[in-house]
């Protein structure tokens, strides 16, 4: 039942509001998920800014050449690794629904010297690409913010290429529900 | 992580959206000191968790889970 107390719109907003209003230092998560040798190739402020829960890149078969969609980049950190790992001929599609997100990962793709990353903003519901346009789909740690969770995934699929891969880091919960008092703390349809 | 979903009905979602081959590759626990590594999670609500949350599930709030699946 407390999956349903906060409307799809009220959702949306919560997360919208606390994703540009977020403003410190999070290199202690970069820290906890990256390899030294993966933070050496990203720029000091997208370290500094990581918000993802995982590492799927150590999953992503990721080969030179190709199309990834990164969906909702943040600051870019897995954009930027991605990025060398398709090298100049594939590119990295950014996307995120906040221009500050976008500016952040352009900045930092100028700055590793990467010019085969394309920002796009846009939501994961209605991704802003043609069907079967890429290889790989990264997430990490957004779909949990979709109050339309199925209609992201059916969108990445619609982006995907036939055999193409969606490699995402997520949070899942067990059976056992949270408490209300959280589930519907403002917080934590963001965290 | 209000949103967040359970491993099974991730996977059980990735399959109505046309996707096979469904592996879920890591699966790591996140505590109240992950939590606590993130801008997002506010003082306050960090305190509404240690408080209503039993102190034996503080270590395994939720869990992160990489999956990788491929479009059919």
């Excluded at chain 1, 907003?13 to 230092?25: F, I, N, P």
Aim: glycine share 8%.
């Amino acid at each position: 039942m407390t999956r349903d107390l906060l409307h799809q719109d009220e959702i949306r907003a919560l997360v919208r509001e606390a994703y540009r209003a977020v403003d410190g230092e999070s290199r202690a998560v970069a820290e906890r998920l990256y390899s030294p040798e993966e933070l050496a190739l990203v720029p000091a402020s997208a370290v500094g800014r990581a918000l993802g829960v995982g590492n799927h890149l150590r999953h992503a078969r990721i080969r030179p050449g190709d199309t990834v969609l990164d969906l909702g980049c943040g600051a870019g950190i897995d954009t930027i690794l991605a990025a060398h790992r398709t090298g100049p001929s594939g590119r990295v599609l950014a996307l995120d629904f906040l221009p500050e997100m976008l500016g952040r990962t352009a900045a930092a793709a100028q700055e590793a010297g990467l010019d085969n990353v394309e920002t796009l903003e846009g939501e994961m519901e209605a991704i802003p690409l043609p069907e079967a346009s890429v290889d790989c789909v990264l997430s990490n740690g957004v779909i949990n913010l979709s109050p339309r969770k199925a209609r992201a995934l059916a969108e990445c699929a619609r982006v995907l290429r036939p055999g193409g891969e969606l490699c995402v880091a997520d949070v899942t919960v067990e059976d056992e529900e949270l408490p209300p008092e959280v589930l519907t703390h403002p917080a934590a349809w963001a965290g | 992580m209000a949103g967040a979903l359970t491993e099974r009905d991730f996977v059980g979602k990735l399959e109505r959206a046309g996707f096979s081959e469904i592996e879920v590759l890591e699966r790591t626990p996140m505590g109240i000191a992950d939590c606590e590594l993130y801008p997002l999670f506010t003082e306050e609500l960090l305190a509404t968790m240690r408080r209503l949350i039993a102190p034996e599930r503080l270590e395994r709030i939720a869990v992160c889970a990489v999956i990788r699946a491929t479009r059919s």
